[in-house]
């Protein structure tokens, strides 16, 4: 290799089968060692079936499969907005997707939306298919579940199984579709038919290709308390029995409990548990829980497997599992995998920049770097924090200095040309949710946009957000607010001289509000108007301009003048210290820098 050409590096790995391009890596052989993913990044969310891999990008949603004689990755159209697309789910041989608004896609091939007597459906005829197109069987399309929008109701987790899905909604109430092996959990998939089965559950728990799950409930007194349900074989229920569940049944040995559990997955044969202290628990058959023998009760595996570090995230499926720890290592086990026990698994040229996602599918495995927009979503949680949105356009409350920033207009002068326009509600809340963060694709919003306040196309479409806060980092004049950092030197100074010396970083209020925990509550505490507080963190003036800096733009950045190691050791508690978006991946950009 020539001395100037640099390794290539990888953040996305994949292996297992492989027969039908599952796997994104452009050829359909089965590996047993990870493979790079080389043709996608920035991936958000990433869900595999048995014979196909689903992935959420920044723009769009793929799916990875041998699909019309090619073994690319295939994008699927999508019937809305791309903000909107929220989470993915994957079972055995099914998928679906939600949306911000608590709607469900069934992902669908064409073949599935015809009548058996091969006439065209209604549907289909919408979507312009027919099969005297070359390849309409193979094209995949997202259906609505219209059974949701009926009743009323919004979902917000889903889980797969072998041949079932469970739908949790935000009312508490859950649903199943499919069959729960041979349990009282039943109904018809063919007729798109649901079962309600559950009120005042707060998590569901499965793993793909399994015939059971687990779910949380919160109950009388606040007591939460976990159940499990379906196939029982091996013991796989946690129940100290062999004795399949027709219907959800308390796991007794975790009563009192039950609230340190943060999730659990199951498998075939097997369930794993992640407590929210970064412990394993697991139980059912030997070569997949990781015990050397088969277990009926959920117990813990050796801290020693994972070298003492505090797991994370946990996913089973098939007959494996993966674990991935706190300093961002993946351990593994299970059938397929040459371990029955935990191992820590390498990966060739790894280099993640990102927060480190696991995920199993039925018979594969995936370790990728996500890509989460967190200061877009830190804003839209800032939408909906009324106390910080002291001012009203219409009848919305909107933080003045965001809204200013956002049009380039005084208050008064943007709410008076809303009043002029004499808009419907929804869309001035769907501009105003634009100002928020959200890149929008809505022609209305567009047109308004250009023709109220000269914003241009390169203005408002996705990603514009995030640019616009980086140069906002460098207009000194608008920062209406000092964060201070007693001077080092002020210490050393005679204890006679009355006044601290204090060194000061300018920056815009609404940035401190919307991206950090620490100084909302700061705020909200202390009700008069300040335009300046005191960090007493103990950093050092260099990290905390540089922690500044990555509020607005989401990286960290370091100059020839900065000692990598001094900045990670000041700043690797920002996250849980400032009170952050606990899926930054702040921490992950320090250690890439220190090793690098």
């Not at 390794?7 to 391009?21: D, H, V």
């Not at 009170?579 to 950009?589: G, I, K, R, V, W």
Request: hydrophobic share 30%; glycine share 6%.
């Amino acid at each position: 290799m020539n001395k100037t050409e640099t390794k290539k590096t990888f953040e996305n790995f994949a292996w297992g089968n492989n027969g039908s391009g599952q796997l994104g890596i452009k050829e359909t052989k089965t590996h047993s060692s990870p493979q790079p993913i080389i043709e996608i990044d920035k991936i958000s969310k990433l869900r595999a079936e048995d014979n196909r891999t689903f992935i959420i990008t920044k723009k769009k949603i793929l799916v990875a499969m041998y699909l019309n004689e090619s073994k690319a990755l295939h994008e699927i159209g999508l019937p809305f907005e791309r903000e909107l697309l929220y989470k993915l789910s994957s079972g055995a041989n099914h998928s679906h997707v939600i949306t911000r608004d608590g709607r469900v896609y069934t992902i669908k091939k064409a073949d599935e939306l015809l009548n058996q007597n091969q006439n065209q459906s209604k549907e289909v005829k919408e979507k312009g298919l027919s099969y005297k197109s070359k390849y309409p069987r193979s094209s995949l399309h997202l259906v609505l579940q219209d059974y949701f929008v009926k009743k009323g109701l919004k979902v917000k987790q889903i889980v797969g199984g072998l041949n079932f899905s469970i739908f949790l909604c935000t009312d508490g109430s859950a649903h199943v579709q499919g069959m729960v092996w041979n349990s009282a959990l039943q109904a018809n998939t063919r007729n798109n038919e649901l079962m309600k089965f559950g009120s005042n559950v707060t998590r569901l728990c499965c793993g793909s290709d399994t015939d059971h799950f687990f779910y949380l409930s919160e109950e009388q007194g606040s007591k939460i308390k976990f159940y499990g349900v379906g196939k029982n074989s091996d013991g796989q229920l946690g129940l100290d029995n062999t004795t399949d569940q027709n219907n959800p049944k308390e796991i007794k040995s975790w009563v009192g409990k039950a609230h340190k559990i943060k999730t659990a997955k199951s498998g075939y044969g097997f369930s794993v548990m992640l407590t929210v202290e970064g412990e394993i628990y697991s139980c059912g058959a030997t070569a997949t829980s990781g015990h050397s023998t088969s277990v009926k009760v959920f117990t813990q595996l050796k801290k020693g497997f994972f070298n003492d570090e505090k797991v994370i995230e946990i996913s089973s499926g098939g007959f494996r599992t993966l674990a991935l720890t706190e300093p961002q290592n993946v351990y593994g086990w299970g059938s397929g995998m040459s371990h029955t026990t935990p191992f820590k698994i390498n990966f060739p040229n790894f280099q993640p920049t990102k927060k480190l996602r696991v995920h199993c599918g039925c018979f594969n495995c995936f370790v990728y770097s996500t890509y989460e927009d967190f200061v877009d979503v830190d804003f839209q949680k800032f939408w909906k924090i009324k106390e910080f949105n002291n001012h009203t356009i219409g009848e919305f409350p909107v933080n003045k200095q965001l809204i200013e920033w956002r049009f380039g207009k005084p208050l008064n002068e943007i709410s008076q040309i809303f009043e002029n326009q004499n808009f419907e509600t929804s869309l001035i809340e769907r501009i105003l949710k634009w100002a928020y963060s959200f890149s929008t694709h809505d022609k209305a919003v567009f047109k308004f946009l250009f023709d109220a306040f000269g914003l241009n196309h390169e203005q408002t479409k996705d990603g514009s957000f995030q640019r616009q806060l980086s140069k906002l980092h460098s207009h000194e004049d608008s920062k209406d607010f000092l964060l201070l950092i007693k001077d080092e030197e002020d210490e050393e100074q005679d204890e006679d001289e009355e006044q601290e010396t204090f060194e000061e970083i300018p920056v815009h209020k609404f940035i401190l509000l919307a991206r950090s925990g620490l100084f909302r509550e700061m705020f909200n505490t202390v009700k008069e108007e300040k335009n300046s507080v005191t960090d007493y963190s103990g950093k050092s003036i260099d990290s905390l301009e540089i922690f500044v800096k990555y509020l607005y733009t989401n990286k960290i950045e370091l100059t020839a003048d900065h000692d990598p190691e001094l900045i990670y050791e000041e700043l690797k508690d920002a996250i849980e210290y400032y009170q952050l978006n606990p899926n930054s991946d702040l921490l992950q950009q320090l250690n890439s820098l220190k090793n690098n």
